[in-house]
């Protein structure tokens, strides 16, 4: 402990030089009073020199070590550039995609978005429907204002998720997100206008629709650059235009991953078509809420108050669920009640394989050091018989193994800037990165927190590499370390060295296990089928930049486009429906004779419905199993009819053909709709979900619906030739429309296998990583290995031992080394599995075949990193090796 | 690193050791330190103030001593020097060391 003493005393005249000058000062002057009492001459002679020379002596003892230890480091390393090399790189990646994963799930997990004032205070507003085992994070407005009123001291503001928007501004379009927001939200969280103002009061009310908007710093910027005359310019959203009344600080951008650019009053939502009502009182609006509370039990209030009054609210179209329960989270969305987005648990275990990495580094760097601390046995023992101390001895080799770790820090922040861009545009491309001060923005993508990040692991990582070699190479014998030289030591295989070269090895198959399961994943994703067909087929939509004002002229359109394309050669069929599949799906409520509708019944989730023009099922790939597809007759004047899915036929008729049952559909006093044929399942929400019950109508038949896109089946190998046809009848027929959009089934598919992709590519592209560290690490132990026993290597093959013989003796070493490592490796694996299960599709964490495959390849790795070397000893000369000795 | 006189004349490490025995006796300012030495050898060992702080400070710096400011008996401040723990043990290591060098010496001198 008393180490301590001094080393406080040199920290005392480093930091408080001049409390420490005046220290000596006085002493002296005691010192010369005694002396002149004791009637002594003045022995102390020049004072100031004296203190200088003290003070001196403190700094010179401390920096001339730090000074000597870095060159003699430095030395070491420039002897050695490839290992320098190796061991910076290594430990940069290492600490760089850590650095890369902190900085991103800091920002979703940690950090409070920007601008908030008491962030802490602020809590997000659920709905949590037990029965369906849902939690609503939108709610309709209804339920916002039902809260709102029910109890005076509750806070309650809400907002529009945000969505993308085309503004545009004189001839310019810029795409935007744009949130709409109620009367209290940026007062409620305390955001300030940077210019301008926010929304008045009048202009929330919620209906009339008040068309002003507010930009985010970030959006006048990019949009406006940053032009003071913003304030009162108009700009078109849709078919509105829109003043622009304020900028917000340019801190916040919304409080959600998304950023938010444009903000307008709720009541600027839409008005859904075919709906009875205004919006603010149907279930079709989408809300999110915010509430600020302010004292302990408010929390236990809202969540009480709101559940009161929301359970006795029945909405139209809405499946009111007796046990709903208003819940509260906190301003950081990932931490609240909500089910995590698959994006966020993939990168929270990719965050986790990347810390394995680092772990993995750091072993292969530890027993590189350790390499290298057992070749300069000889030369530390000289140095100690020299009479370095075994303490001076540790700071040297530490402080060598500091400057490799700042090395990588260097390579480590170089690194994480260009993968947390990589990174952020993989799991959050809309999210907004700025730091939560404006004033201390991000200086080309380096964030103080990441740099400091990076230091602090790279200086940890640095002290431990180093003190773990420095401490076993003071163990050995100082004479007989002399004694024995350096080479011709019989290798002694350590304990340490191969318990790092095994948990190298084993967790690399661990990290390759995973990377296994996630390509298997994919691939049994992928090969699910949606129903359809997607070969040499597409959906077209004309776009126009106010798409309301041509509802009619499309409607119009499309059976004219339709029979046009029908007749030309490159088309097989064409159809169309009111919804486009996977993108869109519309809940309807369905009465069967006798029975309650269909929704309440046990076996078919919610009923879904769709029309669709004759040929459409053929179209998109649907197969009709048993009656007939729609045709022309089925037209508005005939009698209502409906083609049921097979899933809904089984259900609702279980053993009974469908053909010729009456359905009620939407009220229970519609007229009969008499179903006359059943088609396959198809998916309507995504890759993965349990069947629907679909009914479908003619859409002849259901006057208030819009064609949603046109499906048009191409002859096989013309799908070019039949997009450029459908563009050209869509321009003749639709003259005034902006440009046409053309989907695939494997577009829209596309954006599903999002999660299970980048888990796929991160787990591959890491444990690659980690394969190629392991490898080098076997690699430099095997070659180690054979280099110690090169006398005994050239002496067996001096007394004859065949090149087999000694190839054999070099890799046998390596080779159960690895074995151990990989079995390791897999009772990890197996552990680990149930981490990442709920991430998998159609393959077990134990899966055999990945398991066996990753052992395989570590098993193949481990092999050529043993034969190099072990080839290399094979071919020594033994005349010129012992030569060399 | 200070070149002194008294250290010209004993061997290294000497003050340093004769300082921690000194201060067994416990704390005790810079010029006692000195008179004590001086003392005790009859004045052979004249302690030069020059030397006597620079080998404090070193004392100071491995953590072998504490310093502290306190009144003397004459009613100054003065700095007060206390031995640590590991100077204590510094300084056992230091005598037998000490006691065997000399012995050796002696012995080849044809003293002992």
């Known amino acids: ?885 | 690193m200070a070149t002194s006189d008294v250290r010209r004349e004993l061997p290294p490490g000497t003050l340093e050791m004769l300082i921690l025995r000194t201060l067994t006796l416990g704390s005790l300012h810079g010029y006692a330190i000195a008179q004590h030495i001086a003392n005790l050898s009859d004045g052979v060992l004249r302690v030069e103030q020059g030397s006597l702080y620079p080998a404090l400070e070193r004392l100071l710096n491995k953590g072998w001593l504490t310093a502290k400011w306190a009144e003397s008996p004459t009613k100054r401040q003065a700095r007060y020097y206390t031995i640590t723990r590991l100077g204590r043990r510094q300084l056992d290591v230091r005598e037998s060391d000490y006691d065997r060098v000399a012995h050796a010496i002696g012995r080849v001198l044809g003293r002992a």
């Open chain 1, 1 to 885: 402990m008393s180490r301590l003493y001094g080393l406080r005393h040199r920290l005392y005249v480093l930091l408080r030089g001049d409390r420490y000058d005046d220290d000596v000062r006085r002493e002296l002057r005691f010192h010369r009073e005694l002396d002149r009492v004791a009637g002594e001459e003045n022995s102390l002679g020049n004072e100031t020199y004296y203190r200088e020379e003290v003070r001196r002596m403190t700094l010179h003892l401390w920096t001339d070590r730090v000074r000597q230890d870095l060159a003699y480091a430095w030395r070491g390393l420039r002897r050695a550039p490839g290992f320098t090399v190796a061991i910076a790189l290594m430990l940069g990646l290492g600490v760089g995609v850590n650095a890369a994963m902190y900085s991103l799930l800091d920002r979703v997990f940690v950090r409070v978005p920007g601008g908030v004032v008491r962030p802490d205070e602020v809590r997000r507003v659920y709905v949590d429907l037990p029965h369906q085992r849902f939690t609503m994070e939108g709610v309709p407005y209804p339920w916002v204002q039902a809260i709102e009123r029910a109890d005076s001291t509750v806070r309650l503001s809400a907002f529009s998720a945000p969505e993308s928007v085309l503004v545009r501004a004189d001839r310019r379009r810029l795409s935007a997100m744009r949130s709409l927001v109620t009367a209290d939200y940026f007062s409620l969280l305390g955001v300030r206008p940077e210019r301008g103002r926010f929304f008045a009061a009048e202009e929330n009310d919620i209906a009339t629709a008040t068309p002003v908007a507010v930009l985010s710093d970030a959006f006048w910027r990019r949009g406006f650059a940053a032009d003071p005359a913003v304030l009162g310019r108009r700009v078109k959203i849709g078919t509105t235009q829109y003043t622009i009344v304020g900028v917000a600080q340019p801190a916040f951008s919304g409080i959600d991953l998304d950023a938010v650019d444009v903000w307008s009053p709720a009541n600027n939502h839409d008005a859904q078509p075919g709906l009875p009502g205004p919006w603010y009182t149907t279930f079709s609006s989408s809300f999110r809420m915010i509430a600020r509370v302010h004292s302990a039990g408010a929390d236990q209030r809202i969540a009480t108050v709101g559940t009161a009054v929301l359970r006795p609210i029945k909405l139209q179209y809405f499946i009111s669920d007796s046990t709903l329960q208003v819940l509260t989270g906190p301003i950081i969305e990932a931490i609240g009640p909500m089910k995590q987005k698959s994006e966020v648990t993939v990168a929270t275990r990719v965050a986790g394989v990347a810390v394995l990495v680092l772990v993995i580094v750091m072993a292969n760097v530890m027993s590189l050091l350790l390499l290298r601390a057992t070749r300069r046995q000889r030369e530390i023992a000289v140095r100690r018989a020299l009479g370095i101390s075994r303490g001076r001895l540790v700071q040297q080799v530490v402080t060598e193994s500091l400057c490799l770790a700042a090395l990588g820090a260097v390579v480590a922040t170089v690194f994480s800037i260009w993968a947390s861009r990589m990174l952020r545009a993989l799991f959050f491309p809309n999210a907004h990165w700025a730091l939560a001060d404006g004033a201390s923005r991000a200086i080309g993508g380096l964030e103080p927190r990441v740099v400091l990040f990076v230091l602090v692991v790279s200086v940890l990582l640095g002290f431990a590499g180093g003190l773990v070699p420095a401490l076993q190479a003071l163990r050995p014998d100082l004479s007989e370390s002399l004694k024995a030289g350096m080479s011709s030591t019989s290798y002694r295989s350590s304990r340490l060295r191969n318990t790092l070269l095994v948990s190298q090895v084993a967790l690399c198959v661990v990290l390759l296990t995973g990377a296994g399961l996630f390509i298997r994943s994919l691939d049994n994703v992928r090969s699910i089928g949606t129903g359809f067909d997607g070969r040499d087929q597409f959906f077209a939509t004309p776009t126009f930049d106010e798409p309301a004002s041509h509802r009619d002229a499309v409607r119009a359109a499309f059976p004219l486009v339709a029979d046009r394309l029908r007749s030309l050669p490159e088309i097989a069929s064409v159809g169309y429906a009111s919804l486009t599949p996977l993108r869109e799906l519309s809940i309807h409520t369905v009465f069967l004779e006798d029975r309650d509708s269909v929704y309440q019944l046990k076996g078919p989730r919610l009923p879904l419905y769709t029309s669709v023009t004759p040929d459409y099922f053929r179209t998109v790939g649907l197969r009709l199993e048993t009656g007939r597809d729609f045709s022309s007759a089925d037209g508005a004047g005939g009698a209502p009819v409906t083609i049921v899915s097979a899933r809904a036929a089984k259900v609702l008729w279980p053993g009974e053909s469908p053909i010729g049952k009456c359905l009620f559909l939407g009220t229970r006093d519609a007229p009969c709709s008499r179903v006359v044929g059943v088609v396959s399942d198809a998916h309507e929400t995504g890759i993965i979900e349990r069947p629907f019950s679909q009914f479908y109508v003619p859409f002849a038949q259901a006057p208030k619906d819009d064609p949603s896109s046109l499906a048009v089946r191409a002859r096989p190998g013309q799908s070019a030739a039949a997009r450029r046809e459908t563009e050209k009848v869509f321009r003749d027929l639709i003259p005034d429309m902006s440009g046409i959009s053309v989907r695939t089934f494997d577009t829209i598919v596309e954006a599903e296998l999002r999660p299970w992709r980048l888990g796929a590519t991160l787990f591959s592209a890491l444990g690659l990583l980690a394969l190629v560290i392991a490898a080098i690490g076997v690699y430099a132990v095997v070659a180690y290995g054979a280099s110690q026993r090169t006398h005994e290597i050239v002496i067996r093959v001096a007394l004859g031992a065949q090149r087999r013989d000694v190839m054999d003796l070099v890799v046998r070493d390596g080779v159960g080394t690895v074995g151990v490592g990989i079995g390791v490796g897999i009772a990890i694996a197996l552990l680990l599995g149930r981490l990442i299960a709920s991430l998998l599709f159609g393959v077990l964490p134990h899966d055999p075949s990945v398991l066996i495959g990753a052992a395989v390849v570590l098993c193949a790795v481990g092999m050529m990193a043993c034969f190099v070397p072990a080839r290399r000893a094979a071919r020594l000369e033994p005349a010129s090796a012992l030569r060399a000795e």
